[in-house]
Every structure is written in C-alpha cells, then in structure tokens.
C-alpha cells in the first residue's frame, strides 16, 4: 500500500500533470498540504501545520522591522527532511543551534533529538513566537532530558551566537537582501579560526551567494524525498537541502556535495540535480 501511496504521488507531481490540476478548483486542493494537520503534530500534541501570509505577518510585526521584500510566509518544513539533514552532520555535542525565521518551531523540536548544546529560535512574528513556545514546552514535558528550547524576537539574520561551534539552520526564510546581510555577518564570525560553523540550507534559493563565499565550502547536497507518512502534507514529495561548511574545512565533504543548485523559482524553489557534476 504504502509503494502505490508513493507511485500516486510521484505521479500527480509529474510537472505536466501539476500544471493541469492546479487549474481545477477541486483537483488544486492536492497541492495544498500544507493547510493539513501534519502527521508531525498529531504524533506530539504541538501546532506545527497551517501556512501564514505576509498580510497577517505584517500587521503584528514591528513596522520598522517588518520586510516584506526578503521575508517569506509561514509554512512548515517537512521534518524527515530536517532530521536527515541534520544527521549528515558530524556529532554535535557542544554546538549551537540556531533557526532563521523558526516560525512555530518545526525544525527546533527536531533538533531537539540531537545533543545540540543549545536550541535557539528566532523569528519576528510575536505570534508565531508564542506558538513555538507553546509547542517547546510541549516536546519539553514528553522528553524531559532533551535541550530546553530558546525563542527570541527579531532579526533572524542578525544573531549571530557567541559559541565558536554553530549549525544555522534556515527554511528560505529570507530572500537576497536578508541573505547578504546574514553572510556578512557569518563571514565575521568565520574570520576568527576558532570558529566551527555549518550552514544548512532548506530549499536553498540563494545557496549561489554561499557558494561564492571564500569564507565557506560544500558540506552536503541532495534532494531529499518526504517520509511516506508526509506524502500529501506539503506542496510536493522532495525537497532539496545544501549544507555548507567553514573554512579551512575540519572535515571531508560527504560524496555528492557538490551538485549542481537548480533555481526552479527565484523565490520558492531550488533542485538540487539527481547526480554529481
């Protein structure tokens, strides 16, 4: 059953057969997963699912912080994908984790399964805060060993942690204006030799800004397919992921990190090619 759910799947996201039912209003609603209460949340009582426009972002958002130019809505990541990104990483006890735009914190209560030292979450939206909040105290009392969460309002782009040791996490949070200024930053950090950083790229529409860093060089890259229990609860059935390392690298890049970034759309999507070029 589960390999017909996926062959069903593969097919209504074949691109000719996309483009025909998007047009039809019933048929549309396929493509609309992330409207759906995700498997994730049933499985752990939180509020991850649902999708929030710039509209309602901007009216309980700072006037002076609020960008709608380099912010993108609210919509949850799929966490199968997060979690295997994560665990191409090497052991990260010790390490900061930090997420761009958390949103209502998806991918922070995946990295709560890892021994991260700290799980920092920062966003603009009070609203979205005060979910995540809810949803980290709730991963808190079912798994009290894990490492507590931290939320924080602001800039995503500007908190840069003292720790030497960090792994930024961003789900196309912010498009290239925030990107720049993030980089920027990052490249400061980086400047200093005890710095251990990656950077893990969810959809990474701007991952050619990265790759042109000389301060950065190519951990990971692949396209990831959802866990066949996601199948219908996102807008597709794989989502791309790059991972970049500092530098000079500590450790050798993982077979294929060098794939070939495809901008599908300059705002929402990015491929990464099948093969190693």
């Known amino acids: 059953m589960n390999g017909v759910k996926h062959a069903l799947y593969w097919l209504l996201h074949r691109t000719r057969v996309r483009r025909v039912l998007e047009r039809v209003s019933l048929a549309k609603n396929l493509y609309d997963g992330w409207r759906r209460p995700h498997?994730?949340?049933?499985?752990?009582?939180?509020?991850?699912?649902?999708?929030?426009?710039?509209?309602?972002?901007?009216?309980?958002?700072?006037?002076?912080?609020?960008?709608?130019?380099?912010?993108?809505?609210y919509s949850g990541s799929q966490?199968?994908?997060?979690?295997?990104?994560?665990?191409?990483?090497?052991?990260?006890?010790?390490?900061?984790?930090?997420?761009?735009?958390c949103g209502k914190g998806r991918p922070l209560l995946v990295a709560s399964e890892f021994p991260f030292r700290e799980i920092i979450g920062v966003?603009?939206?009070?609203?979205?805060?005060?979910?995540?909040?809810?949803n980290a105290d709730a991963i808190r009392q079912r798994f009290p060993g894990r490492t507590p969460i931290t939320l924080t309002q602001g800039l995503a782009h500007h908190l840069i942690p003292e720790n030497d040791r960090v792994v930024f996490f961003q789900y196309n949070s912010f498009l290239h204006s925030g990107v720049i200024?993030?980089?920027?930053?990052?490249?400061?950090?980086?400047?200093?030799?005890?710095?251990?950083?990656?950077?893990?790229?969810?959809n990474p529409v701007c991952g050619d800004l990265f790759d042109n860093s000389p301060k950065l060089s190519r951990w990971f890259a692949a396209s990831l397919p959802y866990d066949r229990a996601e199948l219908?609860?996102?807008?597709?059935?794989?989502?791309?992921?790059?991972?970049?390392?500092?530098?000079?690298?500590?450790?050798?890049?993982?077979?294929?990190?060098?794939?070939?970034?495809?901008?599908v759309d300059p705002r929402y999507r990015a491929d990464v090619e099948k093969s190693a070029s």
């Open 39 to 73: 498997p994730f949340d049933r499985e752990f009582g939180t509020d991850t699912s649902g999708v929030v426009s710039l509209a309602d972002l901007r009216r309980e958002t700072p006037g002076d912080q609020f960008r709608e130019d380099s912010m993108h809505q």
């Open 123 to 134: 966003d603009l939206s009070e609203g979205l805060l005060k979910i995540a909040r809810s």
């Open 79 to 101: 966490p199968s994908i997060v979690r295997r990104a994560l665990q191409s990483l090497p052991d990260m006890t010790g390490f900061t984790f930090v997420d761009q735009g």
């Open 181 to 202: 200024e993030f980089l920027r930053r990052l490249e400061d950090k980086l400047a200093n030799p005890a710095s251990d950083v990656f950077f893990v790229y969810y």
């Open 232 to 263: 219908g609860f996102g807008p597709d059935i794989e989502d791309s992921v790059v991972i970049w390392q500092g530098v000079p690298n500590r450790r050798p890049a993982r077979p294929g990190a060098h794939r070939r970034i495809i901008v």
